[in-house]
């Protein structure tokens, strides 16, 4: 499982010179349906981590309404800034910068949590799922989307941080992946997509959607 410090020590630097240019680009960051799964309802409270350009956020807030809740959480200062202006007018979005791990919202007020293709990036994914389960509402839901390796990586794709921004090198096994949301706490894990292994820089990944709630 992934451990605080296996990231390398430029990867902030890698991941904002990757996706500050995408936070007005066209083409799809996602590798997975998260609201489709999630199906979140009018006047619920929805967080959103890793919401990027906010497209998906966008389609939650038409969903949980104006009674509803939903918040945007993403580091990139450009992503926050474009998910702010597609946003406009709708006084049920809020945006937040911060790191997925340390999410500044209050324990226990989540419906539910969706995410899609932004927690591979993260060092510690234990970390981020035991955010997860400190927002949710005992009996909330969540719903991941995220790239998993076929087996461990070697060192030159983990120490590379590129790879990591590229959203491969940040991969670990599901095996992996899947203990780190059972150690957090949360009940009722299971893989509802997976997608055919494929290889990206020289090593295998795919794509799992992931659903579960806080007990």
């Known amino acids: 499982m992934a451990c605080p410090g296996d990231a390398p020590s430029d990867l902030d630097r890698a991941l904002e010179a990757r ?6 680009a066209a083409g799809s960051l996602s590798c997975g349906s998260v609201l489709e799964h999630a199906a979140p309802r009018a006047g619920e409270t929805l967080v959103d ?7 998906e956020l966008l389609r939650a807030a038409g969903a949980v309404g104006p009674g509803g809740r939903a918040i ?14 597609l946003a406009a007018g709708l006084a049920q979005v809020r945006l937040v910068r911060a790191d997925v791990a340390t999410v500044p919202l209050p324990d226990g007020e989540t ?8 927690i591979n990036h993260a060092p510690d994914k234990a970390a981020v799922y035991r955010e997860v389960h ?8 969540f719903v991941v989307s995220d790239v ?23 991969a670990i096994p599901e095996a992996d992946y899947l203990a780190a949301i059972t150690a957090a706490g949360l009940a009722d894990v299971s893989v509802v997509r997976r997608t055919a292994p494929y290889e990206k820089g020289g090593v295998r990944v795919l ?3 992931v659903k579960g709630r806080r007990p």
Request: proline fraction near 6%; charge should be neutral; aromatic fraction near 4%.
């Open 49 to 55: 981590l890793g919401c990027g350009r906010g497209r």
């Open 207 to 209: 794509s799992i959607t």
């Open 19 to 24: 996706y500050s240019p995408l936070a007005t």
């Open 134 to 141: 400190r927002l949710l509402r005992p009996g909330g839901r």
């Open 111 to 118: 419906d539910v949590v969706v995410s899609n293709c932004a």
């Open 72 to 85: 945007g959480v993403d580091a990139n200062e450009a992503m926050i800034a474009g998910a702010s202006a």
């Open 148 to 170: 998993v390796s076929e087996s461990t990586l070697p060192d030159s794709v983990r120490s590379d941080p590129a790879a990591w921004a590229a959203c491969y090198g940040g």
